[in-house]
Nanobody
């Protein structure tokens, strides 16, 4: 069983930056594909970014391409999401997730473990 704990959320003005962190425990972190999803009020949870176990491959949702960067440090069992040029529409609860599959997928039900989420609010 893998436990995921997110941190780094908060309130930021439009155009600003935040870095989210997700610390994993209880499993072999380096074996998991890791991802970030987000859920805004009244909306479905959506894929944001994913990274392969070796960090050799990444995948981004179109709305965040060129602004967000996902990375991981397998020595620290941590995955990061650097968010730049934030927009009010990025406001959501951001969830860290882990997938035992090798391929990065945007499909929510494919992911096996989830964190509790961290709130990101971008003011205009």
């Amino acid at each position: 069983q893998v436990q995921l704990v997110e941190s780094g959320g908060g309130l930021v003005q439009a155009g600003g930056s935040l870095r989210l962190s997700c610390a994993a425990s209880g499993g072999t972190f380096s074996r998991y594909t890791m991802g970030w999803f987000r859920q805004a009020p009244g909306k479905e949870r959506e894929f944001v970014a994913g990274i392969s176990w070796s960090a050799g491959r990444t995948l981004y949702a179109d709305p965040v391409k060129g602004r967000f960067i996902i990375s991981r440090d397998n020595t620290k069992n941590t995955v990061y999401l650097q968010m730049n040029s934030l927009k009010p529409e990025d406001t959501a609860v951001y969830y860290c997730t882990a997938d035992r599959a090798v391929i990065i997928t945007t499909v929510r039900r494919s992911y096996d473990y989830w964190g509790q989420g961290t709130q990101v609010t971008v003011s205009s």
